[in-house]
Structure formats: structure tokens, C-alpha cells
């Protein structure tokens, strides 16, 4: 994220107000919670994981071995399994 020159974007009578708390120094302005967005959503890494997670079940399930599964998505059988868990209770 680049840096905004409070002069370009604000009026002076904010500029003079925020002076009164803080001078000279870098102030981050959060977003408002209504335009924020979730974890991943922005660059589909949800998305990512949520396909993901899917084909590792539909590997349990077509009888893969966890080890297996494990070793081809580099993640630890504890996450398999969890995963697993996970998806298990989506299916219903």
C-alpha cells in the first residue's frame, strides 16, 4: 500500500484537527467494517483452499491412503484428518 499526502486528500481543518493528536508521523486509516473483505477474498485464496480442501475428501473418499494424501499436498496427516473432518460435516 502506498502513502497518501494528507494534503492531496484532505481538507486543511481535518489536517489541522489530526495535527492536534499526532505531527509528523505515518497514521493508519482503517477501512470501514461495511467495505472490508474477508480472509482470501480479494485474491481468491479462499476459493483456493476450499477446492483444495474438496479434492483431498474426494481423495479419502475414492480410498486414498491419508499418507498418501499427506505426502502429495505437503500438509501432515493431522491436517488431513482434520480437513477431512471438516468436509465430512459439510456433506452432512
Known amino acids: 500500500m502506498g502513502y ?13 484537527l489530526i495535527q492536534q493528536y499526532v505531527e509528523g508521523a505515518n497514521v493508519y486509516i ?5 467495505t472490508k473483505a ?9 476459493l483456493k ?5 474438496r479434492n483431498i475428501y474426494e481423495a ?5 491412503k491419508v ?5 502429495s499436498y505437503y500438509l501432515s496427516e ?3 484428518w482434520r480437513i477431512v473432518g471438516e468436509e465430512k460435516k459439510k456433506a452432512g
Do not use: H, M
Open 30 to 34: 482503517p477501512r470501514r467494517e461495511d
Open 78 to 80: 493431522k491436517s488431513i
Open 4 to 16: 497518501l499526502k494528507a494534503e492531496q486528500v484532505l481538507p486543511q481543518e481535518i489536517i489541522e
Open 38 to 46: 474477508g480472509w482470501g477474498e480479494k485474491n481468491s485464496t479462499r
Open 60 to 64: 479419502y473418499l475414492a480410498g486414498c
Open 49 to 53: 483452499f476450499r477446492e483444495r480442501n
Open 67 to 71: 499418507s498418501e494424501i499427506s505426502e
